[in-house]
């Protein structure tokens, strides 16, 4: 049994694991964006004293907590994939349509939304 389908299955049988890194990648989102206006001036004052350590410091802090957000939403996402062919994390299909427009992904990220709130219902 692989990874995804482990995964799959905790999120199939315990919907509060798939509800809760849901919730914690809202949290991070909005958190992230908090303390970017909150602590603005202390950080870029921070990080103009050595802005090579400093800047390249701040900049791995956000790739992280990106990478963290969209990990959580995949796992969140993660119990609506009806096949077990269908990739682990593909519930989200602007990325499998491919193309790097705003827009387009946009889209697909409102079309994985509308879905999602269908099959809560």
């Not at 315990?14 to 964006?33: K, N, R």
């Not at 519930?91 to 992904?105: D, K, L, M, P, Q």
Request: hydrophobic share 45%; charged share 15%.
């Amino acid at each position: 049994m692989t990874v995804c389908n482990k995964i799959r299955g905790i999120t199939r049988s315990h919907e509060w694991v798939a509800d809760l890194f849901s919730l914690l990648a809202v949290v991070m989102l909005f958190g992230t964006i908090w303390a970017g206006v909150e602590y603005q001036r202390p950080l870029l004052g921070w990080m103009s004293q050595n802005v090579i350590l400093h800047g390249s410091s701040v900049m791995a802090a956000i790739v992280l907590d990106v990478f963290l957000i969209i990990l959580f939403l995949n796992i969140g996402s993660s119990r609506f994939s009806d096949s077990p062919a269908e990739n682990c994390f593909g519930t989200f299909r602007g990325r499998r349509r491919g193309g790097a427009s705003v827009g387009r992904i946009f889209h697909s990220w409102l079309h994985h939304m509308e879905n999602v709130n269908k099959k809560h219902r």
